[in-house]
């Protein structure tokens, strides 16, 4: 009994034990959740929660209801479902299938049915699937009551960082004052010291110049370079890394490698993908618009204000053409963004694309995600849902999509851009000429039409045309295939089978056997079985004819057998839709006497039109065809001069209703609230009040532009400085560059971030002086090597102890075997899917639908088209980013995957060969290959395992090639230290 009683003591000791634990992991567990699944979970899966589950399954249900929750279940809180109810844990992670919440939605249980009123929609079962299936992440913690009014207090949330404004800090004292070159290092050093850490040392020189290349070109340097930098370095290592970056910075290159992170977050393609995957055909010129944006350093300031308000901030300027068009070019920032075209709810899908916009703005300027409190107040940041639609007013006031591609897939907006006054007559004049004679045309053909319906052919024998036929149902008129008899034919539309036929009842004029011909325009869509009853002297006949293959006569008619009439008798050729598949055309038989055939069978079988002269008006007609093939041609001479198109852009424009909006009560586009004007977020104004939008006629698109860049904002330069650390220094001082809210990783250096936006703001926002800044500093020169003390004390290098060791983008390895192999052209493109079709990807194989020019293959990674929903391998194989969202930071992986592509990828292997084509293999080629592919000299082992590789004379230049590969297919070569 003793030991009994112990064991139930200690199983409940454990068990509260156990909850406790949970509680406190639970908390500590929050800001190691995965961020996307976060964002999954707050946008998709809690309004399906509140909306389907929190009336009968949470604290405000119990508290309405007077009693417990139905079945003692509670799905308002994590905890809630891992407890469960009465049946035991709702929900496994990672196991849908084992799920009784999923097995309840899915009605698969004739006993547990969920909701018990109706099955869920499927789409709304998929999300709850994919959600338990992908671990069920849910951040919610405690009890949680969402029918209460906001508590977010804003005023407390202001004296909270991140919402405080960037303070003013100055570089602390160290203890080592030999070892920091700059302000940064003395930032770095001080929290180092306070930990009893000590930084390492310097890297090599050769791992230096190459850092240097990829970090602001991406491409690597030539060992004329290495040798360069290597003997400046040697004299003066500062001098020789500020000489470099310099260059570098100056270099068209630099654009185009650091454009390339921009657009990662402005989530570019040249598609839509989703739904319906449109053709983007003019996204390249917003991505060219931020090549020269970084080339240029354009202040970032006016770089965000463009891309959300360049149409609006330029319009007014003195020198319109030019920098109108930049205006107008830059808002393609807000167009990129997947969107699901063929919604037919068109306020939902509005709604949607505003939703988008939002999330991006807030990800990729203020580190916040603002799509969380569309459907109620955040949940972790000071976000109410009226903020969400202060801002929903203002890019609901603006124009994204705009008429239909095709019925209900909705089109978008294509702005013009401003031209000179001259190009623009030229071009109207040209069109002015070509509708001209387009309509000359069109009444050619109109007048063509109309005399050939009263000058038929002069066919043998008797012609009855389905005009002159008795219908019986709804038959579809087309002259959409040309072959046909008279002004056109007629079809079933492939509907009402069995409800339809056409019956031509011929004047015979003489008793005789006839030939019966029938005419139609084949296809593979025909009916290979249509009915046909044929009323003569003799009786009825009835056959079936197969409209798939040409006619037999002329590509026109088809003989379907000779029959006996009698003059004046009402014989009758009949036509139906009876068991038929395919589409049924109906346009004319023919009759011809058997007697005009039996002369010269052989021959006259062949002829439809007899030998007579042609009637009057067939002159006419001949003269009339010929002046339209002269006006045609005088078209096409035309068209083939034409002066080059006005230019479009992928650009927003403002609506033509400025209003604020309604709040969408749980984020549904017709369960509207209360009216917001329009304004931005509180936590990041000074005060309410600031937070207003000032009096304006429009959008409000360009104040809330000046509101995001003013340099009181607490936001917009702490998220950009730590977007350039993360991509110079491996890591940011925020990790989590896209989130600076209560789910993100805090700063590992405030101070510093804070100095650093600062001498950013005050140097005019210029990019190009913050890499300097960063790149003159000591601990960019760090080494990558690890020490036993700091690892033991910071495993993840949050103080910076080391270099963070960095991986090679997708971009630039494949640019850099381009470069090795003497195959890089270096000149700029445009239009990249110029060729590509309005579906960007063909349906049925799932390729492109266009071809790239053979040029484009050996242009920079970032000229190349990106196709969602159709990323090369090679690519996506090395963590290109996802297009369908903003990404700051990619994924950072090392898999088979990537080994085996670089081992039998054709393109890497041919890039090896060409490269080997360039020396002989002897020891000062090998010593040069080195050099080019891993940036160093290879070590006395290396280089004779290299001569014993390539083995004898009659090997060599095989061996040469494969030997390159293994430098190519290398880890060190996709690895930045």
């Known amino acids: 009994m003793t030991k009994s009683i112990f064991s139930l003591q200690s199983l409940i000791s454990l068990f509260v034990l156990t909850l406790l634990i949970s509680e406190h992991l639970e908390a500590d567990d929050q800001s190691n959740l995965n961020p996307k699944k976060v964002e999954f979970f707050e946008k998709q899966v809690r309004p399906i929660l509140v909306k389907r589950c929190y009336s009968c399954h949470s604290v405000s249900a119990e508290e309405s209801l007077k009693k417990k929750a139905k079945g003692n279940l509670y799905l308002d809180t994590k905890r809630g479902w ?8 709702a929900i496994l992670p990672g196991a849908a299938e084992s799920s009784l919440a999923i097995k309840a939605i899915r009605y698969s249980d004739a006993n547990l049915k969920m909701p018990p009123d109706g099955k869920l929609p499927p789409h709304e079962i998929k999300i709850l699937e994919r959600w338990v299936q992908e671990g069920a992440v849910d951040p919610r913690q405690g009890k949680s009551n969402p029918g209460l009014p906001s508590r977010i207090d804003i005023e407390k949330a202001r004296k909270q960082w991140p919402y405080t404004k960037i303070q003013k800090t100055e570089p602390p004292s160290t203890t080592d004052s030999n070892w920091p070159l700059t302000s940064i290092d003395r930032f770095i050093l001080k929290r180092l010291e306070d930990q009893n850490l000590k930084p390492n040392g310097d890297a090599s020189s050769t791992t230096l110049v190459r850092r240097l290349y990829f970090d602001l070109i991406g491409l690597p340097p030539s060992p004329d370079q290495i040798q360069e930098f290597e003997n400046h370095y040697s004299k003066s290592p500062t001098e020789a890394i500020q000489t470099t970056a310099e260059t570098l910075l100056a270099s068209p290159r630099f654009g185009e490698h650091w454009g390339r992170k921009w657009l990662d977050l402005a989530r570019y393609a040249d598609t839509n993908g989703s739904d319906f995957n449109a053709t983007f055909y003019n996204a390249w010129r917003y991505r060219d618009y931020v090549i020269h944006a970084f080339n240029s350093d354009k202040p970032i ?25 930049t205006g107008i070019i830059a808002t393609g920032f807000l167009m990129l963004g997947a969107k699901m075209l063929s919604e037919r709810d068109k306020e939902k899908l509005t709604m949607d694309v505003v939703d988008e916009q939002l999330d991006t703005i807030g990800k990729v300027f203020m580190g916040l995600s603002l799509g969380c409190a569309r459907c109620h107040d955040h949940k972790f940041d000071p976000i109410p849902t009226q903020d969400y639609y202060a801002l929903a007013g203002i890019f609901k006031s603006s124009e994204t999509l705009k008429g239909e591609i095709i019925k209900y897939v909705s089109d978008w907006v294509r702005a013009d851009l401003p031209v000179s006054e001259q190009r623009k007559t030229e071009f109207a004049t040209y069109q002015k000429q070509t509708q001209s004679f387009k309509n000359q045309i069109k009444k050619l053909k109109d007048s063509i039409a109309t005399l050939k319906s009263k000058t038929p052919k002069n066919y043998l024998g008797i012609i009855v045309d389905d005009q002159a036929a008795k219908k019986v149902g709804n038959w579809k008129s087309s002259t959409l295939t040309p072959r046909y008899v008279g002004k056109g034919y007629i079809h079933d539309d492939r509907k009402a089978k069995g409800e339809k036929s056409v019956t031509f009842i011929p004047k015979i004029p003489e008793a005789g056997r006839y030939e019966i011909r029938i005419s139609y325009t084949n296809g593979s869509s025909r009916a290979n079985n249509v009915p046909v009853t044929i009323t003569h002297a ?56 058997v007697k005009l055939l039996t002369k010269s069978k052989s021959e006259s079988k062949k002829k439809l039109i007899s030998e007579k002269k042609p009637k009057p008006n067939q002159v006419k007609l001949t003269n009339l065809q010929k002046e339209l093939q002269g006006m045609e041609a005088q078209l096409k001479k035309l068209e083939k001069n034409a002066p080059k198109a006005l230019p479009k852009a992928l650009a927003i424009v403002e609506a033509k209703a400025i209003e604020d909006c309604q709040v969408r009560i749980r984020g549904e586009s017709h369960n509207r609230g ?9 936590v990041l104004s000074s005060d309410d009040q600031s937070a207003l939008l000032p009096q304006t006629e429009k959008s409000g698109r360009s104040e809330f532009a000046q509101w995001l860049t003013r340099k009181d904002h607490p936001l917009t330069a702490r998220v950009y400085v730590n977007r350039i650390w993360q991509h110079l220094m491996g890591e940011g001082i925020v990790r989590t560059v896209d989130n600076f809210g209560k789910l993100g990783t805090p ?5 510093l971030l804070d100095h650093l936006a600062q001498e950013f703001m005050a140097g005019a926002w210029s990019t190009k002086n913050l890499i300097r800044r ?113 990404a700051g930071k990619r994924p950072k992986t090392n898999v088979p995957a990537q080994a085996l592509l670089l081992m039998n990828d054709p393109f890497v292997i041919d890039c090896a060969h060409r490269f080997s084509k360039k020396f002989a293999p002897n020891t000062a080629s090998i010593l040069y290959a080195y050099l080019s592919v891993f940036g160093r000299n290879p070590s006395p082992q290396e280089l004779r395992r290299a001569e014993n590789f390539l083995g004898t004379t009659s090997m060599r230049s095989k061996n040469w090639s494969r030997f390159i590969h293994a430098l190519m297919a290398s880890t060190e070569f996709r690895m930045l230290d």
């Open 674 to 682: 209360k009216r917001i004007p329009r304004g931005f977020i509180k």
């Open 747 to 751: 700063p590992s250096h405030p101070d």
């Open 538 to 593: 003799d009786g009825i006949h009835k056959t079936h004819l197969n409209q798939v293959p040409l006619p037999k006569y002329d590509q026109l008619f088809e003989p379907v057998g000779e029959f006996q009439f009698r003059k004046g008798q009402k014989g009758s050729i009949k036509i139906s839709t009876e068991n038929t598949v395919g589409f049924v055309i109906v346009d004319a038989v023919q009759l011809i006497p």
């Open 774 to 886: 960063i790149v003159k500093s000591k601990a960019y020169r760090l080494s990558s090597h690890g020490q036993s003390k700091a690892q033991v004390i910071d495993p993840e290098n949050r103080f910076l102890w080391r270099a963070h060791r960095k991986v090679l983008t997708a971009e630039s390895i494949r640019d850099s075997m381009l470069l090795l192999s003497g195959q890089l052209d270096l000149t700029p493109s445009k239009e990249p899917v110029k060729t590509f079709k309005q579906l960007a990807v063909d349906n049925n194989n799932g390729s492109w639908s266009g071809k790239l020019d053979p040029s484009f293959q050996f242009k920079r990674s970032i000229y190349q088209p990106v196709v969602r929903g159709a990323i090369p391998d090679f690519m996506t194989v090395f963590d290109f980013a996802d297009p369908d969202m903003s």
């Open 82 to 89: 891992v407890q469960g109810g009465d049946s035991g844990q």
């Open 301 to 325: 300031d006016a770089f965000i204000q463009e891309q959300i308000a360049g149409d609006l901030i330029y319009s007014e300027d003195t020198n319109p053409t030019e920098s109108h068009a």
